[in-house]
């Protein structure tokens, strides 16, 4: 499969030679059979007498440290920096019209992380016996599709040969179906805008989508750690215009051992992109966790919120407060591109609202304080206070007019 103007495409077909190369020669075979290149990459860290069409030697000569860092005869530190190299290879790529992976637990641990290298849209498959239990450690924030793989892969039998061939032709399907490349955001009929919700910010966030709709495609994020993650993703991909960060709670999450937290790479990728970027203090009152009874022990003396049955809030003091305003400011501070954030004076949630359960003006001025006192405000960088609660109309409102104010000066050079 070719695209017009560019490298021929291929189908990688990623596994270890050294335990499953009968499986990846069958799967590659049925996908050539279906009128596509399909390529071998292999992945093993110990000696074999397979063959390959992208050997193991290449992919580890992508990592930092060189191949005798993969070589180096230990299974766990091999495995771990094949990881590495292996991300670090499809990073480089520009010929993958699809890729599939065939492993157990730790060939899915191996292969995923190259995988999610891959820009949202082109077609990923892992077939796995890890796929019919939690997965969320391997999909992380891309498409990633996951394929139980019934049998341990450990040879083909009357099973895994219809289990790989339907995998095979699944992955063929999407990678020859007629359909355009992911377009850049300047060529689709409307520039797409992230925004970040939770349930205690969506009354703000949907003012917002219902102002901007004529004008942007408004893709909303829900703020469970994996949200903000995709998000950020989809801003590295070179999909999103601009970005409306209402809601930072995956912040609390991360700092004070919730159950929905970012990484420490959260906003990193509005200061590689130099998106125009208009961010907020949504749910930064609150840290989530389970039922009740999963709380830290640590906790229990605390102010709580049950939202479900199955997630229990608690309120931020304004220590923590303070902690996460000093965290965000110092990630905003690496932003060049036009940043506004905005602070609702309010309240930074449904229920941080006066007469509200977490309503505590002290701990949201610990936070509004650290904020001003680390943000280096420039002509671009700009730090917004606002007399409203988060989702009050006036709010929404200036969320509005500040995300085509960082556009049009992104759109100057500013």
Same mark, same amino acid.
């Given at each position: ?26 799967? *590659? ?14 992945? =093993? ?6 063959? #390959? ?54 060939? #899915? ?65 999407? #990678? ?103 961010? =907020? ?12 009874? =999963? ?35 110092? *990630? ?33 001025? #610990? ?41 049009? =000066? ?5």
């Amino acid at each position: 499969m070719t695209s017009t103007g560019a490298a021929p495409q291929a189908v990688y077909v990623v596994g270890t030679i050294d335990t499953k190369g009968a499986e990846l020669a069958f799967v *590659r075979d049925l996908i050539r059979g279906e009128g596509l290149d399909a390529l071998v990459v292999d992945l =093993s860290t110990q000696p074999h007498h397979g063959q #390959a069409d992208i050997a193991a030697e290449e992919i580890a000569a992508h990592h930092p440290d060189g191949a005798k860092a993969v070589f180096t005869g230990d299974r766990g530190t091999a495995v771990a920096a094949m990881a590495q190299a292996f991300a670090r290879f499809m990073a480089s790529r520009r010929d993958v019209a699809g890729a599939i992976g065939l492993g157990g637990s730790g060939g #899915a641990a191996l292969i995923a992380p190259g995988f999610r290298e891959l820009p949202i849209g082109v077609p990923k498959l892992m077939v796995s016996t890890v796929a019919s239990g939690q997965v969320s450690g391997y999909v992380g924030p891309s498409d990633i599709a996951m394929m139980y793989s019934v049998t341990d892969l450990a040879g083909l039998n009357r099973i895994s040969r219809i289990v790989l061939g339907n995998a095979a032709r699944a992955i063929a399907g999407m #990678a020859k179906a007629p359909r355009q490349k992911l377009p850049d955001v300047a060529a689709t009929d409307k520039p797409a805008l992230g925004l970040t919700m939770f349930g205690v910010t969506t009354a703000c966030v949907n003012a917002v989508t219902a102002k901007l709709s004529g004008d942007y495609d408004c893709l909303v994020f829900h703020a469970t750690g994996t949200g903000g993650k995709s998000m950020e993703k989809l801003a590295d991909s070179g999909l999103l215009a601009a970005v409306a960060d209402i809601t930072t709670t995956e912040v609390c999450d991360h700092l004070m051992g919730g159950i929905f937290p970012c990484t420490e790479d959260r906003l990193g990728a509005i200061a590689r992109t130099r998106l125009p970027y208009v961010g =907020s203090c949504g749910a930064l009152d609150m840290v989530n966790f389970g039922p009740p009874d =999963s709380v830290p022990a640590h906790y229990r003396d605390r102010l709580f919120y049950s939202h479900n049955p199955q997630v229990t809030l608690m309120r931020t003091t304004p220590e923590e407060n303070s902690r996460m305003g000093e965290w965000i400011g110092e *990630r905003l501070n690496r932003c060049d591109g036009p940043v506004r954030f905005l602070i609702p004076e309010k309240g930074v949630s449904m229920i941080d609202a006066p007469g509200q359960a977490f309503h505590d003006p002290a701990a949201d001025a #610990a936070l509004f304080e650290a904020l001003e006192r680390t943000i280096v405000q420039t002509r671009d960088r700009q730090l917004v206070r606002l007399p409203f609660a988060i989702n009050d109309a006036g709010f929404a409102d200036a969320v509005v007019d500040h995300v085509k104010d960082v556009v049009r =000066s992104a759109a100057h050079g500013r």
